[in-house]
């Protein structure tokens, strides 16, 4: 029982790490499709090396940001699945207001995203496990 | 009192009524680190800019090379063209010499009015009094012409290569500027390769991340990664492309050919006056050149790109953003797409196309070589024939024999077979070379257009996403580039 919950939580922490790697995917691909490709562009002709660093180093920064959001979603899970329909529906409304005004940023409506589609696998996750 | 008294109590009342204005002081550093790497573009640019500071009346100072007036040692390197070559001693040469060795002649520089030499620790001495002796109302302006080394594990060590092959790295010439008053502005122009990591110098030190109680700014020909154009052999003021070219040609109205720019073009503000942020927009609007130029509030937005940004392209800037305009510009004038996968295909294209004239001067310069094996020995049977001796015959050798004896070796090479045939090649190599460097600027305005896009948009991201520090740095730096030459 023990380590069932000690595996759990170290899946609800990687899947909290995992959270901007994730959300990162969806700006590099909308970069590429829709903007000036900066990242191609990095990869294609700059320093594969500095280009590591520098998502490191963005991922170390965002961590924080991915943890407090990774609780709040999963304190949100515990009340009704409208909740989670409200959350989804604030990530995609979030992801669209990235390309009109106010062009917020892509990545934190990516987040919510991956933070509520995460949350509900995790959710499923506890229900079969025997803890 | 008399009316005479009245007039002068009134004069020394208007005079002493007046803001002080701050007077601008220029120091130019220039020329090579030896004698094969001084060129004879860099002594072009420093008498460029002594001129034009003379007739705009600006205190200047000037260290060149070996800083000695009374001197005929050789210190420029330049690029003879065909109908000036001596030609006994170029045949010779080509079969004999190295690259443009057949090309290439030195001479004296003729600069006048040169304070000192740019030897790091005499430079250094002459800065530091210099400096010392500033009041806090003048401004420093320091441009340097000349090269650039690189450290590539850590650009932060990147040097200027001064004369006697000595290095002044970035930490070495912060310390010197802080010699200068506190409350002086100090701005600098750093045209060599690799000077991008000087906008370090805005800080307190290279590595912090707090800004100089000093007033400091700059405007940098490169990246910290990047060769930068300006030290050419060719001195045909015409055919210069670097970045002293076009932003001092803005700043003081006219090009080094004395053309005038019309001022609508340099004047973004309206105000009458041309700032140094102004002549830097508009060389990086105009500038055909291998140069991706950049000033150091533009670092200091690169730099302060927070992780929820990066990459984050597809927003819209305003359409009065500076850099937006500039790579609308830059992007029309030479027919590129705006943005996105279209410009990055592009850029593919013009790099395929430089392999393959690197490719090709490779093989140019194989056949070369073994020309000149075939011709030295072809030569080896011909000295016999003329008395003169194998050992004897290398690129130094001229100036030991006599003259008669020299023609006879000039004379025997051009009687060989192939001698036309390896000046052919020769010159086609030269051809190859300006074909290079004509891609090497068509690809840098394609990476223009590139950089100018991200700065439009983190210019824009700034205004909203900055903290009140962040704008407050971004003010004073803003506050230095927009300074104009007094």
Known sequence: ?131 | MSPRLWHTLGVITLLVSLPALAETRVWLIGGGNTLENSQGQIEENVRWLQDIFTERGITTRTYFTDGRTEDETPDIIYFEPPGERNPVLEPILRVHGQGLAYAQATRRNSLTQVSGTTEKPLLVESLKQDFAQLSPEESVLLVYNGHGGIDPNDTLNNDLMLWGDTRLDISELSSLLNHAPARSEVRFVLTQCFSGSFSALIYEQPRSDTLAEQPRCGFLAESDRREAEGCDLDTNQAEFRDYTTYFFAALHGRTRLGEPIPKEEIDLDGSGDISFYEAHIYTLKNAYSSDLSRSTSEAYLEDWEPWYLRWNSFGKSPSDNDYRQARQAVAERHDLPSAGRALLSMKRERLSERSALARERRELTERIRKHQSALRAQLEQAIDAHGLSAETLTADAPTNMEADRIEQWSEAIQATQDYDELVRLQDAVARVDDKLLSAQRDQTQIEKVQRLSRLSRLTAYFDRYATAEAQGDMARLLSCEHGTLQ
């Open chain 1, 1 to 131: 029982m023990w380590t069932m919950r000690i595996l759990l939580a170290g899946a609800s922490l990687l899947m909290a790490v995992s959270l901007y790697p994730l959300a990162l995917v969806l700006v590099l691909l909308a970069d590429s499709l829709w903007g000036n490709a900066e990242f191609l562009h990095q990869v294609a002709f700059g320093s594969l090396r500095e280009l590591l660093v520098q998502i490191a180093s963005d991922w170390w920064a965002a961590l924080p940001y991915g943890l407090v959001l990774w609780a709040v979603i999963r304190l949100f899970n515990r009340f009704s699945q409208k909740t989670v329909i409200g959350l989804s529906i604030a990530s995609l409304l979030l992801i669209l207001l990235a390309f009109f005004p106010p062009y917020l940023p892509l990545i934190f409506g990516a987040l919510l995203l991956w933070a509520t589609l995460l949350s509900l696998g995790f959710s499923q996750l506890v229900r079969k496990a025997p803890v």
